[in-house]
């Protein structure tokens, strides 16, 4: 599978990524993967890896280029290493919608310019922190996003100002979130609210749980499972077809 390391220019800096191909000529849609908590590391090169298989020119950015020099986390253990868990909960504070729409505008140029990319409107997917980030660009990028996919995503409803759910309005992208099952991060009533809100903004959505536990798509994700797993892939193939071939 063809990958190339790059660095896009962004607002606040340089961010290492890097872009995933099919192989064969191209060009292809060109798709934003974002990370979970623990960040770009081995298993997340080789889920983008597996997109890029299906069709998409997939990019995979440093989220946390503003720390340069960042320890990668193991996610076997951060949660209960309270020196490591309160690193890892700083570093995610520190990435605010502000940033991720901006870092968004970033990468998606970057992907408009590549030869290896056709088309204007990209698609995004996300896990975890990455899943709400997918919903955030979806709603603060409206423009540049024609599919976005959120897997076992926590804060899509909040109390917040920002929360992700009132950028239902400005979406024009279809919307797939799947939810893990007992996550206090992404609960049924929350996925509700964010129902009623799509609804009401006339976003083509789907919004529905798995049975398996926040963690359940990441390979080195303790609570990973592989039907789940396999699921996601699934919808999230339907989900771009659809979209990114328009």
């Not at 849609?29 to 979970?36: E, K, L, Q, R, S």
């Not at 502000?98 to 408009?112: K, T």
């Not at 698609?123 to 409206?142: E, F, I, K, N, Q």
Request: proline letters at 7%; hydrophobic letters at 45%.
């Amino acid at each position: 599978m063809p990958s190339h390391a790059d660095a896009i220019t962004t607002p606040d800096g340089s961010c290492d990524v890097q872009l995933f191909t099919p192989d064969g000529p191209g060009p292809w849609p060109g798709v934003v993967m974002y990370v979970d908590a623990g960040g770009v590391r081995d298993t997340f090169d080789s889920m983008a890896a597996e997109l890029a298989d299906f069709g998409y020119a997939v990019l995979l950015p440093d989220v946390y280029y503003r720390h340069p020099g960042w320890a990668p986390f193991d996610m076997a253990t951060v949660f209960g290493d309270a020196k490591e868990r309160a690193r890892l909960f700083s570093m995610i504070g520190g990435v605010t919608p502000e940033m991720m729409a901006a870092d968004a505008r970033a990468f998606f140029d970057y992907l408009a310019a590549r030869p290896e990319v056709r088309g204007d409107r990209f698609g995004v997917c996300g896990y975890c922190m990455g899943g709400r980030t997918a919903l955030v660009v979806a709603g603060r990028v409206p423009d540049r996003v024609a599919a976005a996919a959120s897997f076992h995503g926590g804060g899509l409803v909040t109390d917040a100002a920002d929360s992700p759910h009132l950028l239902a309005g400005q979406m024009r992208a279809r919307i797939y979130v799947a939810g893990a099952e007992n996550d206090a991060s992404f609960t049924k009533k929350q996925a509700s609210t964010l129902t009623d809100a799509l609804g009401a903004a006339g976003v083509e959505h789907t919004v529905e749980f798995y049975p398996a536990a926040h963690g359940f798509a990441v390979p080195d994700n303790p609570p990973y499972d592989a039907d789940a797993a396999a699921r996601h892939w699934t919808a999230m193939r339907e989900v771009f077809a659809g979209a990114l071939s328009r």
